[in-house]
């Protein structure tokens, strides 16, 4: 059964940084692109970023291009958003999901909350 757990989470200044991870299980990890997703209190779930299966590919949204940065490490199953910059706007629950740009799964967990303010 198709497994994610999101981590890393937590309170940070503007301005400073995270890495949220995202372990994987129950699946073919390495053959499935993966992505990152965040829902703002009363906003909508969005895109954040996309990695292709080998990392070779991968896409941000215009909101966080610059400041994150996906990557994966297959022999770990594990996907990562470094987030560098963090602005109070990052605010959210992140989460992953396989795809690279749309949901595949959407079997969404918990999450894992960040939270951006001085």
């Known amino acids: 059964q198709l497994q994610l757990v999101e981590s890393g989470g937590g309170l940070v200044q503007p301005g400073g940084s995270l890495r949220l991870s995202c372990a994987a299980s129950?699946?073919?990890?390495?053959?499935?692109?993966m992505s990152w997703y965040r829902q703002a209190r009363g906003k909508e779930r969005e895109f954040v970023a996309g990695i292709s299966t080998t990392g070779t590919s991968t896409k941000n949204a215009d909101a966080v291009k610059g400041r994150f940065t996906i990557y994966r490490d297959n022999s770990k199953n594990m996907v990562y958003l470094q987030m560098n910059s963090l602005k109070p706007d990052d605010t959210a629950v992140y989460y992953c999901?396989?795809?690279?740009?749309?949901?595949?799964?959407?079997?969404w967990g918990p999450g894992t909350q960040v939270v951006v303010s001085a």
């Open positions: 129950g699946f073919g990890f390495s053959g499935f692109a």
């Open positions: 999901d396989t795809g690279y740009s749309q949901p595949l799964n959407q079997d």
